[in-house]
RNA sequence: GCCCGAGUGGCGGAAUGGUAGACGCUGCGGACUUAAAAUCCGUUGCCAGUAAUGGCGUGAGGGUUCAAGUCCCUCCUCGGGCACCA
């Protein structure tokens, strides 16, 4: 009976304390609270078919770590999960199957769920959210509408990834070495109608933001490469025998005497003007051939420049020089104004363009320690000019500024900012994602919603979205929030129209509606006209939203998840605000946690938020590798399921390993040798518990194990607020290895533990603390507190060094002075054979740690 | 190519400029057991030595310092990001 009472039955304690959790709402975090809030966010995850693998608790229990520790330290904490649910994969098997994506998803919600509440987190589950429920995506659709009233969305033929496999346009994330991330289909680019929302606009803060927010260096540093801001010049160049002007953008207007060519991208509209009639068919031929190359090929090419000279000639604004205009793929028309100016001798890339077309490089900046004449050109960094009339002899930065100076005088240059940042394709062609509550009329209906009062009226931006169907002029009307959620239809089939279109376009009773400009009411053409003058014949938009629009926001909906009336109550915004931590993989470094930037500055500017930033501190979890070393992969066969692990060594088990493995940001491998380590370290606290023999209910006596237990309470505590859970389990081990080899111990000292361990393994520090007495649940009692005098021991050990190397040690009283020290230091037998006939140089007192004598001879 | 980050025993990893290798895994030896499992005890960086002990050791080389895994410089390897953005 004895022997059966010892066992550690984890799945009976782990299945116990999650009923009693749930039941009794153990962690459900209160709206209307005195104490301070503290908000733990994970990433929610995408519920893929295949389920949890190990590497998604990672971030969980660490914020779950958290979360109870601060529950511990009286605060009111939030730690929600939900389902970032729309999404490509259930799209692909509702085509195969012809399986509703929504049972897909739930099926997957379903198992996923089951297997978080498994690990036992201290989630409170009354705030489930789910993107693809009408009540979570009516308020996605709303902000889009914010968005479009405030002419932040707009309507552009755009290239994008289109795969003739999935029969989808995919956003560049979802394109991987010129192949689809998803099945990993050839794909090739395509102009098509999309939807996109202006970034752009906010570029510049979304860069002044990064400042405040406690993230990662390197994710700071990746925001900023893809806003990607430069100063620089707008340079006007005119064209020689022409009245049109060819503008282009530099970062080194300094440079300006250097220019020996122009460029402009083959995509550049004034570059029909400029071919003269002779160069007329070379150039047609080369535009042609850089349309059909992807802009991975071009990219791909970099190594080979290729390019045709137009015939055509600019005037340098500087000097009046005469200057030959080529075009070439190098140059981009998405940046900067299309067309550059080339420096050869200044410029890796120009360089190289211009020694394959025997173009002249011409130097203008000296090295500034350089021999002239034997410097290697391109040279792209500061020195002094030359070659450039007035200015020779400035320096690099000076000269900047007076050539851009000279160019505003003259009216043919200003000083000019740009991005590398481009505006947001919005966009998806596919059925399982929110649709875009717009509506499009003709040129008539539209000007006839701008003059009948009502809700659409107010609701338009200030210029009209348009777009061209079919050789009409269609333009966009708002759905009022009064129509949200603006719900997906039922379809046969998902398939996509395969135009280039989303199966939304198939559904013609849902795709053409009779329109009231007034109320913004909708009612499907198969009906006969309702009755009314400002009912109009419409047609709804067919894109829908990317995946990404969900998770924008989904931190706000947390706060008040079934709010009907508002994205989420402003008194509830104000008492949670946004996530004291959020947690997740950087592989979101940059689109995820851009775009949530974006929408929550703009909620912000709106005056719905009261904070422009969403989230302040941020950190990223390392990936968990497979046991081999690789990344855990279907293929490879290398991938751990959690309900495996938690099957064989329990929930705690998992979670406690998952810390121990290493640093939280590092990059790991998994060890089934290793769970069973700190499998074992359970099971002897399990033990030391239950072994009533060895407990005493009065004070700690043992004045060695009070002084660790304070060392482990100060450890711990300090190791989870730095997130070093490693380091934390590592000192609870020091202290139970203690427990195990004492005679005896408090029940104080290990009820202690136990609560320093019940962030990390919550449901045997629940078990044992009944046991032992304690009123569950144990992490509504207060955390221990380090009392940091029992820390200083009376005795200390001070070790001797001779020339830095170890070479004794010996203990003295706390408050021994140096003298006595170094002359007890000198006296060491082991010592004094290694300073014996030398010459001490230097005498080192480190108080309370060690001496060092450092000789010589 | 450019910008970051990281290299510590057989392995995962500890170390406010101050005793390198805590803690865990593995291996080895032992106790308990009829035996095994479980548990416990000891040991485990390398070289030399029976041992006491000594020497060497944190990717490589140099430097600063009484003292360097830690700070500085150069280089190598690995990981991540960006990559014609003018």
Known sequence: MAEEEKQYDFLTIEKKWQKFWESEKTFQAEDNSEKTKFYALDMFPYPSGAGLHIGHPEGYVASDILARYKRACGFNVLHPMGWDAFGLPAEQYAIKTGTHPSVTTKTNVDNFRRQIKSIGFAIDWQREINTTDPNYYQWTQWIFLKLFQRGLAYVAEKPVWWCPNLLAVLANEEVVDG??????????RRNLRQVVLRITAYAEKLLDGLDDLDWPDSTKRQQKAWIGRSEGAEV???????????????TRPDTLFGATYMVVAPEHPLLTKLVVPEKADEVKTYVESAAKKSDLDRTDLAKDKSGVFTGSYCINPINGEKIPVWVADYVLISYGTGAIMAVPAHDERDHEFAEKFNIPIRRVITHPEGDEEKEKLPYSGLGSMVNSGAYDGLDTNSCKIQIIAELESKGTGKSAINYKLRDWIFSRQRYWGEPIPLVWVNRSDFEKAKSTSGIIQGLLPENEVTSEKDGETLYALPLPPSELPLQLPEVENYQPAGTGESPLATITDWLNIWFDLESGKSVSRTEPKPDGENWVSATRETNTMPQWAGSCWYHLRYLDPTNLKNLVDPKKEAYWGSPDFYIGGAEHAVLHLLYARFWHRFLYDEGILQNPEPYKKLFHQGLILGEDGNKMSKSVGNVVSPDVVIDAYGADSLRLFEMFLGPLEAVKPWSEKGIEGVHRFLRKIHRECLNNKKHFVAKETNQETLRLLHETILKVS?????LRFNVAISQMMI???HL?????????????????????????AEEMWEKLGGTPSIVNHPWPQAREELLVSEKITIVYQVNGKLRGQAQFSKNVDKGTV?????ADPKVQSFIEGKEIVKEIYVPGKLVNLAVKG
């Open 179 to 188: 192949k689809s991330e998803v099945g990993n289909h050839p794909v090739e």
């Open 236 to 250: 006007e160049f005119s064209i020689d025998n022409s009245t049109e002007k060819l503008t282009v953008y530099t």
């Open 718 to 722: 300090d190791a989870i607020r730095d």
């Open 735 to 737: 202290l139970a290895n």
């Open 740 to 764: 195990q080899k004492a005679q005896n111990f408090s029940l104080d000292t290990i009820k202690s533990l136990l609560q320093l361990l019940a962030p990390f393994a919550p449901h045997l």
């Open 822 to 826: 170094i002359s007890a230091a000198k």
